[in-house]
Every structure is written in C-alpha cells, then in structure tokens.
C-alpha cells in the first residue's frame, strides 16, 4: 500500500502528467459549446426543410428570372464552389492538428521538432493562392464584359431612372410617360430578346440601383451616368432597393419592377399616356391643389402643376404604393400622406402641409382620380 502511494506521488510530480483544474474547467465548457452548436444546426436545418416547400418571396440573386442575372448567379456559384473547398481544406487540416496532435496523458511538455525551410510548404502556400486569385479575376472580368459590353438593339425600351432622397423617378423618353418607384417592362421572348437599357443619374446624392432578380447593383452617382440592362424572361414582380446608404431614409427606398407581357404592357403604356380626367365632385379639391405650394414641387400634366422636386403625380392611384414602398396606396394612407408624410415615412422631405380636415378631404379626394 505504502509503495502504490508512493508511485501515485512521484508521477503527480513529474511534468506535463498533472491535470491542472482549469483544464478540465475548459473541457467542460468546450463540451458545452460543442453542443450547443450542434443544437443551433439543427434549429437551422430545420426550418430550413420547414421552409423548403414554401415560396419565398425576399429577393436574392439565387432566384434569377434576367439574362444579366442568370451570368451574376453562375459567377457568384463558382466563387462558392471555389471558396467553399478552401474552406473545407483549411477547416479539416485544422481539424487534423487539432486531434492529432492535442495533448496527451503522458506529454512531457516539451515542444515538437519545428520544420524550417522547406521549400516545397513556402511554395504551395504561395504558388496556389495566386493561381486562385488568378482564376478568379479572370471568370469575374470575362462575365464583367460579357455584361457591361451588351449593345442595345434599335427595338430595346430605353428607360432613365433617376435617384432622390428618397425615391425613384422613373421616366420612359420614347413613350411620354413620367413614373416614379414603379418599374413596368415587358417580357423578353428568348428567340427574339427585346431587353430593356436603364439610364441611371441622381439628383442629389450617391444611391446604388439593385433587383436582385432582374440585375447586379449600379451606383447611381450626382453628375455621371451609368447603364444597366435587364432582359427579364418571366413574368412578375420583382422587388428592389437603394443598394446605398444614402441618409436618413435609405432603408425606406424601394422599388418594384414589374414585368408584364407584350399586351399587359402595351395596355398599361396607353393607360399612362392618357390625359388626366377632369371629374366634377374633385372640382374643389383641384383648385386647392393648384393654389397650395404641391402644385410647385409636383407635376400634373394638363395642368399648372409643373414641380420637379417631387414625384411626378400624373397617373398617382394607378401605382401600388406611396412613399416609395413604405405603404400601401389606399385612401386611408394617401389622407396620412398629404396630411403628415413623415408619420409613415420620419425624414420625409414633403412637409406636412397643415391643412384643415375639410380642405385635406378635398384634396385627397382630387388625387384619387388621377388614374
């Protein structure tokens, strides 16, 4: 008994056998962390496969429906392939060491034999990386190219989108029509591409035009123009944003498009090219519009309304949203908006026009029959 004691001591004295508490104080927490990973995963995955027969409706560039997109979404897997067996390379070599060569009951501590000068690791960890990037600049500037060098064909829809804090103003130079936030574009037929060419200015600060689905970002910058183009091959409605920080309400800076086929889009081509009606009851309502400071940064057209610091108000009921996607365009909302804009949008440039609630109910009124 007294000999097993004692052999007990001496190898408690010998360096690198003590197992110091903290040790096992770390074991245990690493045990935790482990799983609670593996806890967290299974959440994910989860509703992940919950998730998996329903239809999402966030955009994302893994659910193209435009020729430029299509090229963005292969260029974007071929990156993740490549980035991703980096990964798996990297992560399982430091899995190897890490139980290769942990410590071990019986370690005496010392440092292993350390390797220096061998050619060959210095070359592999140099030679491979740049051929990678190589690679990769090359794909990423052939599909750069093969986007940005598309020329118009003579019956492409030319459209000029224009960014303020905080909308779009979207204007159609060949067909007349002043819109704003509500992209309209007719499907593209694969044997026949009909694409649409989008000229991009600001008017006052940098912003960044992105769907997701339909093209990559373009920045839209004060005092230069750049191009996009779009060759939308189904049907549907595509949401996009300000892709920019560009004030207080970049967030609240949406844009839909919408792609309709060759007679929806004809119809609603004819639908805005239409002259504004004239209805008797919003008689008053008008005249208020015309006398109020909307009439000088708005544009009615066939009347005196010719503002440009505002959205362009012609056809206004015939849009789905106010505030550049921030609501829904109903009565309910349009009386909030001309009442207070920034109770639905805080920062709104439009000031809140301090109207009576008979003179508000006028006005609101008149703007329902733009259609």
């Known amino acids: 008994m ?60 893994f659910a193209p429906t435009s020729t430029p997109a299509f090229a963005i979404r292969e260029l974007a897997m071929f990156v993740l392939g ?32 350390q390797v220096y000068g061998s050619r060959q690791i210095e070359l592999a960890w140099t030679v491979v990386p740049l051929l990678i990037v190589a690679v990769l600049f090359l794909v990423t500037a ?8 598309r020329q118009p064909p003579a019956d492409a829809l030319e459209v000029t989108v224009v960014g303020h804090q905080w909308w779009w103003e979207i204007r159609y130079p060949r067909l007349g029509i002043v819109t704003a936030n509500e992209l309209h574009l007719p499907v593209s037929d694969p044997a026949r591409p009909t694409p649409t060419f989008v000229t991009l200015q600001s008017a ?5 035009f992105w769907i997701p689905q339909l093209a990559g970002k373009t920045d839209v910058i004060p005092n230069k123009t750049n191009r996009t183009w779009i060759d939308p091959l189904q049907t549907g409605t595509y ?18 498009a919408t792609v309709h086929t060759r007679d929806d ?17 919003a008689f008053r309502g008008r005249e ?12 009615v057209q066939g009347t005196s309304a010719h503002g440009v610091f505002g959205p362009d108000l012609t056809h206004l009921m015939s849009r789905s949203t106010l505030g550049s996607g921030v609501v829904r365009n109903t009565p309910e909302n349009l009386r909030r908006w001309v009442e207070d804009p920034a109770s639905l949008k805080p920062g709104a440039l439009m000031p809140a026009m301090q109207l009576s609630r008979e003179d508000l109910e006028q006005v609101t009124a008149y703007l329902m029959t733009l259609r």
């Open 239 to 256: 949401l996009g944003q300000c892709a920019e920080y560009c004030g207080l309400q970049h967030a609240g800076m949406l844009l839909t």
């Open 2 to 61: 007294m000999m097993r004691q004692a052999r007990r001591r001496s190898q408690q004295g010998k360096p690198g056998v003590e197992e110091h508490p903290g040790h096992r104080l770390m074991a245990r927490r690493g045990f935790r962390l482990a799983c609670g990973a593996i806890a967290i995963a299974c959440l994910v995955l989860t509703a992940a496969g919950a998730r998996a027969g329903e239809v999402v409706r966030t955009p994302s560039i």
């Open 288 to 299: 208020l519009f015309a006398s109020l400071a909307c009439s000088s940064c708005h544009t």
């Open 82 to 113: 490549i980035t991703g067996a980096i990964f798996l390379v990297v992560g399982g070599l430091g899995v190897y060491v890490l139980v290769q060569f942990r410590r071990r009951r019986g370690d005496d501590g010392r440092e292993p034999p």
């Open 204 to 208: 006052d600060v940098i912003h960044s």
């Open 142 to 149: 052939r599909y750069i190219f093969g986007i940005e060098r």
């Open 265 to 281: 889009f004809a119809r609603w081509v004819a639908t805005q090219q239409a002259p504004v009606r004239n209805e008797a009851h």
